[in-house]
C-alpha cells in the first residue's frame, strides 16, 4: 500500500518538473567557408554618395539681350567696337531665303548676295531671273533682272497667258521677254524727293516689250498706239492680263513717263492690301 502511494506522488511531480525545465539553446549556425576554408561573409551594399545641390536656374535674358560666353549680357551692336579692341567689327549676318518658285523649276534664276543701299534700298534676298517657264518650256528674259522672290513668282503666269494668246491668234510665240528696268534705288517717278520706288526694293519690273518666234519685235513704245493693229492687241491683252497677277499696273494710258514700257509690282494698296490699281 505504501509502495502505491509513493509511485503515485511520483508520477504527480512529473508535469511540474517538466514545467520548470529549461529548454536548451539552439546551437550556434556554422560559418560557411569558401573552398580555401576562407568565410565567404555577405559584401556590404555600397556607400552611395548623397545628390549635389542642383545650381539655380539663370535667369531669363531680357528682349535683344544675347548669349555672350556662360552668361546673358545686354544686346551689342557688331558695328561698334569695343574701346580698346584691336580686332575689326563682325560683319552683320544677313540670313537668306531661298524662293520655292525657283525651287520647283518655274523660273530660271540664280540667287545674289543681300543688296544694301543708301541705308533704305535693297532686299536680302534678290535674284537673278533669266528664265521664265511658260506653256512647257523655259522662256528667256533679257536685260540683267534682279528682282525678289514675289514679282519672280507671279511671272510665270503672266507670261503664261500672253505666250497663250499668242499661239492661238497668231500661230507663234514669245521667243523672249524685254525688260527695262528692274532694281533701282530711286524715287517714285525718278523725282528728286517722296517716295521710294518699289524698284528700290526690287519688287518691281519694267516690261519694255517682247520678241516672237516669228521674228517680230513688239515694243510698247511702237506698237501701243495702233489699238487695232496685231501688235496692239497683242500690248493691251498685256496689260490686261497683268492686272490679274500684280497689284499694280501702269502702261502709256496712266502718264507719259510709262509711254515706253509696263510697269508691274506688288505694292499694298487700301486698308487690307486687296486692292489693285491697273492703269
Not at 536656374?57 to 579692341?85: F, I
Not at 533701282?184 to 516689250?209: I, Q, T, Y
Request: proline fraction near 11%; hydrophobic fraction near 35%; charged fraction near 20%.
Amino acid at each position: 500500500m505504501r509502495i502505491a502511494l509513493a509511485t503515485l506522488l511520483l508520477l504527480a511531480s512529473l508535469p511540474a518538473q517538466a514545467q520548470q525545465a529549461t529548454p536548451p539553446l539552439p546551437e550556434p549556425r556554422p560559418s560557411a567557408t569558401g573552398p580555401a576554408g576562407i568565410t565567404s561573409a555577405r559584401p556590404e551594399p555600397p556607400i552611395v554618395p548623397l545628390p549635389r545641390h542642383r545650381p539655380a536656374a539663370p535667369t531669363a535674358p531680357a528682349a535683344g539681350a544675347e548669349r555672350q560666353g556662360e552668361r546673358y549680357g545686354p544686346p551689342t551692336n557688331p558695328d561698334v567696337r569695343p574701346t580698346g579692341s584691336t580686332e575689326p567689327p563682325a560683319p552683320t549676318r544677313i540670313y537668306q531665303t531661298a524662293c520655292p518658285a525657283v525651287l520647283l523649276g518655274r523660273i530660271e534664276a540664280e540667287a545674289l548676295p543681300p543688296i544694301r543701299e543708301n541705308g533704305q534700298c535693297g532686299t536680302p534676298s534678290p535674284l537673278s531671273v533669266t528664265g521664265v517657264l511658260a506653256n512647257g518650256r523655259m522662256v528667256p528674259v533679257s536685260g540683267g533682272v534682279q528682282t525678289d522672290c514675289g514679282v519672280a513668282s507671279a511671272l510665270p503666269g503672266w507670261i503664261e497667258s500672253i505666250d497663250g494668246y499668242l499661239l492661238a491668234r497668231d500661230n507663234t510665240r514669245i521667243a523672249e521677254v524685254l525688260v527695262g528696268t528692274s532694281y533701282m534705288c530711286r524715287n517714285v517717278n525718278n523725282a528728286g524727293e517722296g517716295k521710294l520706288s518699289f524698284h528700290a526694293f526690287a519688287d518691281a519690273l519694267d516690261v519694255v516689250g517682247f520678241r516672237l518666234e516669228d521674228g517680230r519685235t513688239v515694243t510698247v513704245e511702237a506698237g501701243w498706239a495702233d489699238a487695232l493693229s496685231a501688235e496692239g492687241r497683242l500690248l493691251r491683252f498685256a496689260h490686261d492680263s497683268a492686272c490679274g497677277h500684280f497689284t499694280t499696273v501702269l502702261g502709256p494710258e496712266a502718264n507719259a513717263l510709262h509711254r515706253d514700257h509696263l510697269h508691274v509690282d506688288l505694292g499694298c494698296h487700301g486698308k487690307a492690301c486687296t486692292a489693285r490699281l491697273c492703269e
